[in-house]
């Protein structure tokens, strides 16, 4: 049990962080297909015998990259949308040849509370810490092209590269958090937390530190809940996340109606994008 | 002596194959027909949305002993009305709010399943629900099925010229005295009853290959909705009978000699079909010069709306 909860802070950390900047580029889309295409590499490794952890990375890293360069050449469009369903596809196809097929289908995309097993804890810390390096180093290039593309490209920010690089964090979140919150689910912890935590905060430090608070409390509420009535955790992670948005953007809809002026939500990106939180 | 190669023994005789092959008709019909106006609408989104959510109507339905399509149906008209409602036009916002929403709904049906598992002790509910149970449908669903995408087809037919019209240009459509929130609304629970079907066939999340996949393929070879329309119901057909076909041959097929998954087949033959249509484009482009470029492009902008 020590090693789900380890796994979940470090999770949690860095869904929260990455998520931030999935809300702010509008990357639902990336969000959802990612670890969807993740669950084919889970399910190909518990068939071979390899690390769940091993075969999620390779197929998230691929998805993610692929989704990167059909996007390069203009295709956002069916062919994405087809490879994600046939990678799902491919997933149920591998897990048919086990014999654990309804469980394994079940805990891979709705999560298990001891999804990751003692030994991929060290693996799971060292993604961890790349990633949370690779948002430090990123940090000033990637808030700009998030924020505002065009400053960014006059500003000499190579944004296709940040993109990449974007693109590469969001598969290293897959393939650490789809073992505890499923493939289907993982996204609500990139999108519920920072969602909330931009509704509340405009400065993007603190809304990253709520970000990260929130998902924290969601994951461990989870753990916990999940421990004590053997629900499934994926059922309170979404729940929790919706309720955390819920109370974000009434926050912030209750503020609006005090100041009775622009909306606070907005906030300082305002005047170089003016697009609405969500 | 090659028929007994491609159809393995008893393929004809064998009554859950014939009961897929008739649901193999309708379902791809539906999805072609109603999928062609959400390529065209670019509601691809919207579609997938709805048939994830369906998830939750599966499980629910599945819990208290009904035939999933219905908890499919329900929640899909259910949704539908809701998003229109909502106004789901700003994408940035409804990015976000659909996806929280769809992740509360997914844990819930989490949950679902869950006490399905330990209540009456079967395990297949999930893969039912969101893989598809094209061989298992048995009972009042299968005439259920071809009633409700016989009337979504009608529909189709009936909402035609409007649909087109919105959806080539929300103020002619206006001006024509055409009610486009009203047309909107329509057509959306239509997806709602389209994902529905597809999603007993391939199920929920693998529904969306349905919806879009031939659509789009048969959008990049004509310009017209009506021809768009009957070649993307023609390669559902296909890409249906094929992985049903493929499905019962694989039976005794390594590893676990028990049978692929139909619904694999029948998406990896969407996506191949897509392809393929693709290719052909851009060869003919290329044979014939950039001025062909124009085939096609009108319908292929951006229609699943992603970033």
Redesign the interface.
């Known amino acids: 049990m020590t090693t789900t909860w380890e796994v979940a802070t470090i999770v949690a950390v860095v869904a929260g962080v990455v998520g931030f900047f999935v809300v702010m580029r509008g990357s639902s889309f990336v969000a959802h297909a990612v670890p969807q295409s993740a669950f084919a590499g889970a399910a190909g490794a518990s068939l071979i015998g390899v690390s769940t952890i091993f075969g999620l990375g390779v197929f998230a890293l691929v998805a993610a990259l692929g989704i990167g360069w059909l996007g390069k050449r203009g295709r956002h469009d069916v062919v994405t949308a087809l490879a994600v369903v046939v990678m799902l596809g491919l997933g149920s196809l591998f897990l048919s040849w086990s014999t654990e097929y309804a469980p394994a289908i079940y805990s891979l995309l709705f999560g298990e509370v001891l999804g990751v097993s003692g030994n991929e804890v060290g693996l799971t810390a060292l993604l961890g810490a790349v990633s949370i390096a690779a948002v430090v180093v990123l940090y000033r290039p990637l808030l700009l092209s998030s924020v505002a593309p065009d400053i960014a490209e006059a500003k000499g920010v190579r944004t296709q590269r940040v993109e990449m690089m974007f693109l590469v964090l969001v598969a290293l979140t897959a393939t650490m958090s789809v073992p505890v919150v499923g493939a289907l689910l993982m996204f609500t912890l990139m999108v519920g937390p920072p969602a909330a935590a931009r509704s509340v905060v405009d400065r993007p430090g603190a809304a990253i530190a709520l970000s990260v608070a929130i998902a924290l409390l969601t994951v461990w509420a989870s753990i916990a809940a999940s421990y004590r009535t053997n629900w499934p955790i994926g059922f309170f992670v979404g729940t929790i996340s919706a309720v955390a948005y819920l109370v974000g953007r009434s926050w912030a809809w209750w503020r609006t109606r005090r100041v009775g002026d622009s909306p606070a939500i907005v906030g300082s990106d305002a005047a170089v994008r003016p697009v609405e939180v969500g | 002596m090659l028929g007994s190669i491609v159809f393995e023994a008893g393929f004809f005789q064998n009554h859950a194959v014939r009961t897929a092959l008739i649901i193999g008709v309708i379902v791809p019909l539906v999805s072609g027909c109603v999928g062609t106006f959400t ?1 065209i609408r670019g509601q ?1 989104f919207a579609g ?1 949305a709805l048939s994830d959510m369906g998830t939750l109507g599966g499980a629910g339905a599945d819990l208290v002993g009904v035939s999933p399509l219905w908890g499919f149906v329900g929640v899909g008209v259910v949704v539908a009305g809701t998003m229109e409602l909502f106004g789901v036009q ?8 659909t ?3 769809l ?6 049906s ?2 679902f ?2 006490f399905d ?1 330990t209540h009456s002790s079967t ?2 509910a ?2 039912t629900i ?2 598809g149970s094209l061989f298992q449908v048995s009972g009042v669903t299968v005439p259920a099925l071809v009633i409700l995408g016989l009337i979504g087809l009608l529909v189709v037919g009936f909402l035609y010229r409007p649909l087109l019209l919105t959806s080539l240009s929300s103020d002619l459509a206006t001006a024509r005295g055409v009610r486009v929130r009203s047309i909107g609304l329509a057509f959306l629970m239509l997806m709602g009853v389209s994902v529905s079907l597809s999603s007993v066939a391939v199920g929920t ?2 529904g ?2 349905l919806l ?2 031939p659509a ?1 393929t048969a959008l990049k070879l004509t310009r017209r909705p009506w021809s768009a329309m009957l070649t993307a119901g023609g390669i559902g057909i296909a890409a249906t009978w094929l992985g049903i076909l493929l499905s019962y041959d694989s039976f005794y097929w390594p ?2 000699k ?1 049978g ?2 139909v ?2 087949f029948v ?2 033959l ?2 191949l079909f ?2 393929a249509a ?1 290719l052909s484009t851009w060869l003919r482009a290329r044979r014939v010069g950039s001025e062909a470029r124009g085939t096609g492009a009108r319908w ?1 902008r ?3 709306g ?2």
């Open positions: 390529v691809a997938e700003r994408r940035r916002g409804r990015d976000v709010a996806g929280i929403v992740g509360a709904m997914l844990g819930l989490a949950l399943l869950y598992t395990t297949g999930t893969i969101l893989f999340i693998l969306t290959a879009i996949g789009a590893p676990a028990k692929w998954p619904s694999f998406v990896t969407i996506f897509y392809l693709d292929d951006d229609p699943v992603a970033r």
